[in-house]
């Protein structure tokens, strides 16, 4: 990835000069390992992970904090400023927020795999320190006192001796004239006051009255409106169009081909969707045409039983069943979308040498690359711009979106608002690819585990870069395929864990967790079989393969099975386990490590009548390191348990001659309101650096239901979704 990246001295003295009676503050620190920039951001790799933490402060006190992580209703908007104004001294009410663009300043812009605290803890709070310590600086002068008889607290320094106060925004003009301390002084944890506090969302008010401005909202002078019609079958392309009909309904300005299919250009969206409508186009059906995704489940099955790359062996690996009774099963996981509210849309406004965008991004900077490749510009010629985003979930790391739109204006000649409908979204956006799970596990005449294999077999993430020849082959490649599978957190003797790669049509991508949730789904629900088939309760067996103060290594992870274990531990207190339930009714757990990182526990309770699944009640326990915020993260597990519910009953995508079934909410049904099951969540309080929360919530759940469900009525499902 490169050394870590100073600003460089122009950079530093334009940021300056722009903001005139302002203390400009940028840092670029340390960035994390190569790793976690390639598997979480979904960006090519840059000198830096964490860009830019920039914090401006002008005359009136307000403190604008420019974040480089897009607000996707995770909360990052409040939990990142939170983390600055901490370290700052600043009043929580003087806090502003703005959204980077990928340039020189900030060369690296996307949001993906939980990592915007976790990326920017650090890097946020040495630069609130940073402004800190100049602004203190310049109040000592002022009173020619010294410096550590003054403190920084709800946007002023105060002489404490004294009691003399100055507001920073007195203290710009002095403190823009030091020199920017190299290695500012953090607080202790006994010194935080804003960080742990249930902070109202800063977006929340203008969010919920309608004045936020998503992507979708986005208006720029002389913009038209445009929709696409694509191939109806995967790999399709356009053999011939009509646009005569389409040209004759009123406000229709021009009709295009473009590399994704014909664009209709107009005065309105209205008059765009109705020429869309009117457009004759003949298809020519690629080699993908044929693609059935029930057959492709049957190939999964029977390559899942074939030897594969082994991700992981330890003691005698799979040679190790033969030490006791053994057990076998095939768990089953769908193509899923990502279906968020807001549907796929860009602004964009190409011109002869540059290009602008208004795009609602997770992957700013790839982007702004892509576009830049595809009109054959340079890359500082591209300028993009991200609002907030109305649901991401990873489709939005994809930016087929992002370059449809450039596309789409440069063959217009003007500015151009691509719109996607409902349906578009379900039929042209990347999936999370199906995959089957052969599991297989021995327990001795005591019932512990002492064996344990797990083959999974699907496809890659197509919508990044496709494996090379070596990786094709590579241990590591395909563990990144592979979480929640290889990186099996229990102390068992003997493991061995492998992937066997099956070539799909299906654009797939980055979905909530990746490939954590399939695997997990039937590490989870297996390790249940194997206790149920020892004779020993589900949650005793998952302790007994967990101790404190335990490390277990898996490639480059470091599994803390302490923190998992008291995680565990909590949930099933709090859930009263073992207590008994109504008739009909069963409770189910599950836990995981999510990329060797956050610690998580669901306890789930259903209930079944007369054949039907409801989900009583979930109790999560959760260790994700220091919380900046409690708020935001129960919004997270509980948006986690709803989007993993989704997929318990009825989230699936199915493909017949190569075409997407579904096309709506209606056909691809999430949790609505009445089906959401009551929550508890117990935050385990921790030292550790924060970690993630977007993702983590989400693979655990569906093993716990489906362990619950067993519980009720003595039936094994392994194969989602529940309503296949």
């Known amino acids: 990835m490169g050394d870590p990246v100073a600003m460089n001295r122009r950079c530093f003295v334009q940021a300056v000069g722009a903001a005139g009676a302002s203390l400009v503050v940028a840092c670029h620190l340390p960035a994390p390992a190569p790793r976690v920039l390639r598997e979480r951001c979904g960006d090519r790799p840059a000198e830096a992970f964490a860009p830019n933490a920039f914090v401006r402060i002008d005359g009136d006190g307000t403190v604008t904090i420019t974040l480089t992580k897009t607000e996707i209703g995770q909360g990052v908007r409040t939990a990142l400023p939170m983390i600055v104004a901490e370290e700052l001294g600043a009043a929580w009410s003087s806090i502003r927020v703005a959204h980077a663009s990928p340039g020189a300043v900030f060369p690296s812009v996307g949001t993906g795999g939980s990592w915007s605290v976790g990326g920017t803890w650090l890097p946020l709070r040495k630069a609130g320190a ?21 403190r920084a607290e709800d946007g002023a320094i105060v002489h404490a001796a004294s009691g003399r106060r100055l507001s920073f925004g007195e203290l710009v003009a002095a403190a823009s004239r030091l020199p920017v301390p190299v290695d500012a002084t953090l607080k202790e944890a006994g010194q935080l006051t804003l960080i742990g506090q249930r902070i109202p969302r800063l977006d929340g008010p203008a969010i919920v009255t309608g004045g936020a401005r998503f992507g979708i909202d986005a208006r720029v002078p002389g913009m038209r409106f445009a929709v696409v019609v694509r191939p109806p079958a995967l790999g399709g392309s356009v053999a011939g169009f009509d646009p005569s009909a389409a040209r004759r309904i009123p406000g229709v300005r021009s009709v295009v081909q473009v590399p994704s299919g014909v664009a209709v250009v107009a005065e309105s969206t209205w008059a765009a969707l109705r020429a ?11 080699p993908a045409a044929a693609f059935d995704s029930a057959r492709f489940r049957g190939e999964l099955a029977a390559a899942a039983r074939r030897d594969g790359i082994v991700t992981r062996k330890e003691g005698e690996g799979r040679r190790g069943l033969r030490s006791g009774r053994r057990v076998e099963a095939l768990y089953e996981y769908p193509f899923q979308a990502h279906a968020p509210v807001e549907p ?8 002869a040498d540059r290009a602008e965008l208004w795009v609602p991004t997770q992957a700013a900077s790839r982007a702004r690359e892509k576009v830049a490749a595809a009109l054959g510009l340079p890359v500082d ?69 002492v064996a344990w294999a797990h083959t999974k077999a699907g496809s890659y993430l197509s919508v990044l870069d496709a494996p090379t020849a070596e990786e094709r082959t590579s241990p590591a490649y395909w563990r990144d395929s592979s979480w929640g599978a290889y990186d099996i957190p229990y102390s068992i003797r003997s493991i061995e864990t492998a992937y066997v790669p099956v070539d799909s049509p299906v654009p797939s991508g980055p979905w909530r967790a990746v490939y954590s949730p399939s695997c997990t789904f039937a590490r989870e629900c297996f390790a249940d079989e194997m206790a149920h088939a020892a004779g020993v309760d589900p949650l005793r067996f998952r302790l007994e393969m967990l101790a404190p103060g335990r490390i277990v290594e898996a490639g480059s992870l470091k599994l803390d099975q302490g923190r998992l274990r008291n995680v565990l531990a909590v949930a099933g207190d709090a859930a009263g386990w073992g207590k008994p ?7 189910g757990l599950a836990c995981n490590i999510y990329d060797g990182e956050t610690c998580i526990a669901y306890v789930a309770e259903v209930s079944v009548e007369d054949g039907r699944l409801r989900v009583q009640r979930v109790v999560c326990a959760v260790d994700c390191g220091i919380v900046i915020n409690p708020s935001g993260v129960e919004a997270q597990i509980e948006g986690g348990i709803a ?16 075409r997407v079934e579904q096309s709506s909410y209606r056909d691809y049904p999430v949790v609505r309101m009445d089906q959401m099951p009551r929550v508890e969540i117990h935050i385990v309080p921790s030292t550790v650096s ?16 489906l362990n619950a469900l067993f519980a009720a009525t003595g039936r094994r499902v392994r194969r989602l979704p529940l309503s296949a």
Not at 398 to 406: K, R, W
Not at 407 to 433: C, I, T
Not at 645 to 655: A, M
Request: charged content about 20%; some cysteine; proline content about 7%.
């Open 381 to 449: 010629g591209v300028d993009v711009h991200v609002p907030l985003v109305g649901g991401g979930f990873g489709r939005r790391l994809g930016i087929d979106y992002a370059v449809e739109a450039a596309q789409v204006s440069r063959a217009a000649g003007e500015p151009v608002q691509v719109l996607w409908s409902r349906q578009d979204d379900f039929h042209h956006g990347h999936f999370q690819p199906a995959s089957a799970h052969h599991m297989a596990g021995a327990a001795d005449a005591k019932g512990r585990l």
């Open 344 to 351: 796929m849309n860009g602004v964009a406004d190409v011109r």
């Open 130 to 150: 940073t402004a800190r310590e100049m602004l203190i600086t310049a109040a000592a002068a002022r009173w020619s006192v010294a410096r550590a008889e003054c």
């Open 690 to 705: 924060p970690t993630g929360m977007g993702e983590p919530p989400v693979p655990p759940l569906a093993p716990a239901v």
């Open 276 to 286: 869309r409508e009117a457009l004759r186009v003949t298809w020519s059906d690629g």
């Open 581 to 587: 339930l109504p008739r009909g009714w069963g409770r």
């Open 643 to 658: 989007f993993a519910l989704s997929t318990v009953l009825g989230g699936e995508i199915t493909f017949r001659a190569g």
